[in-house]
């Protein structure tokens, strides 16, 4: 017979505020309720970031990945808050100490989005209709908007005639830029966030994974409790899901053996067919090239020594010779 845990006690949720941020934690929240009933109670506790509070940088000139995390971490080993919900892709490889990530939920869609201007839509309406449309098929001088160094070096490579400009700001902020069309023609978002807040229509094309390689666990929630903490580990168990599970695990690994975060153009996409997993990563220079590509496969449970092995094949065909660049840019 499955052990209740304590219901009365206030569930404290960490989250940041911005609208993406607040549907996951509301979204935790519901299916926590639905799963458990009304005697839950459930307490959201706003938390601002480094990465809410500075706008009006690049992240990867302020701090990566650490940015939307450090400050729930820090109150989640406080004893501040008791959940933490996450977008498992702002996860650094290795998490604070006496944290750990607990349950992984479904997998919304991992692809990146491309999103036009209403100028450039209507210019390019017959690529649309036709399936066409793509960064490559942009014209030269598209000014795209991202922030993400892994979507701007792989814009490069499809389509080295674009102009990347440097996007900040929320999902709807980001989507009022474009719509404007003063400062940019296209910009690229997570197709995941997009369609959770409602926004799918938004998308003009959703770019196939094989060409544009998504960000480690894009699409992947994560829900974050102390390591000790069995009530939590019990309360948010039925949400997890297994595949989901296994395909972030083969991605953090791949993401831990690098040490990457948003100062590294590198991305990484597990799929599960019949059975098999298998692992796609990408290293590539800010440039757009070189791009060092490879797949991995093998069984599900071998999912995290995939991830790795992945990351020692990029390596061992060059990959290392980027990285080892990017380090001494940013000593510098």
């Known amino acids: 017979m499955e052990q209740v845990p304590a219901l009365d006690i206030p569930l404290r949720i960490g989250t940041r505020g911005s609208e993406l941020a607040l549907w996951q934690a509301h979204h935790i929240r519901d299916r926590l309720r639905a799963r458990w009933g009304e005697r839950l109670v459930i307490e959201l506790v706003l938390i601002t970031t480094d990465g809410d509070r500075i706008q009006d940088r690049p992240l990867n000139q302020i701090g990566g990945k650490g940015l939307f995390v450090n400050a729930i971490e820090e109150q989640l080993v406080s004893g501040a808050v008791d959940l933490a919900v996450h977008s498992m892709k702002d996860l650094p490889g290795r998490l604070a100490q006496g944290l750990a990530v ?6 919304e869609d991992p692809r990146d989005a491309l999103i036009l201007s ?16 793509s960064l490559a098929t942009l014209p030269a001088g598209a000014r795209v908007g991202t922030t993400s160094l892994r979507r701007a070096a792989l814009a490069r490579r499809q389509n080295p005639g674009l102009e990347i400009r440097q996007l900040r700001g929320n999902v709807p902020t980001r989507l009022r830029k474009v719509q404007s069309g003063e400062e940019y023609d296209a910009i690229l978002l997570a197709a995941a966030g997009l369609t959770r807040l409602g926004l799918a229509a938004e998308i003009d094309a959703a770019l196939d994974p094989e ?10 929630l994560a829900l974050e409790c102390r390591q000790d903490d069995e009530r939590v580990r019990a309360l948010v168990a039925p949400l997890g899901d297994p595949d989901a599970t296994t395909m ?34 990408v290293i590539a220079d800010p440039s757009g090239r070189p791009v060092f590509s490879a ?36 000593r510098a």
Request: charged share 25%; glycine share 12%.
């Open 295 to 330: 797949i991995r496969s093998g069984k599900p449970e071998d999912a995290a020594l995939i991830g790795r092995e992945l990351a020692e094949l990029l390596l061992r065909l060059g990959a290392d010779q980027v990285l080892d660049a990017l380090a001494h840019t940013m």
């Open 211 to 220: 060409g544009f390689c998504p960000a480690a666990c894009q699409g992947i």
């Open 248 to 281: 972030a695990a083969a991605e953090r690994a791949f993401l831990s053996r690098l040490d990457g975060g948003c100062q590294v153009p590198m991305g990484c996409h597990a799929t599960l067919t019949g059975g098999e997993l298998q692992v796609r990563g």
């Open 118 to 133: 209403p100028a450039l839509r209507a210019t390019m309406k017959a690529e649309k209709e036709r399936g066409e449309l």
């Open 102 to 107: 607990v349950c992984t939920p479904p997998r």
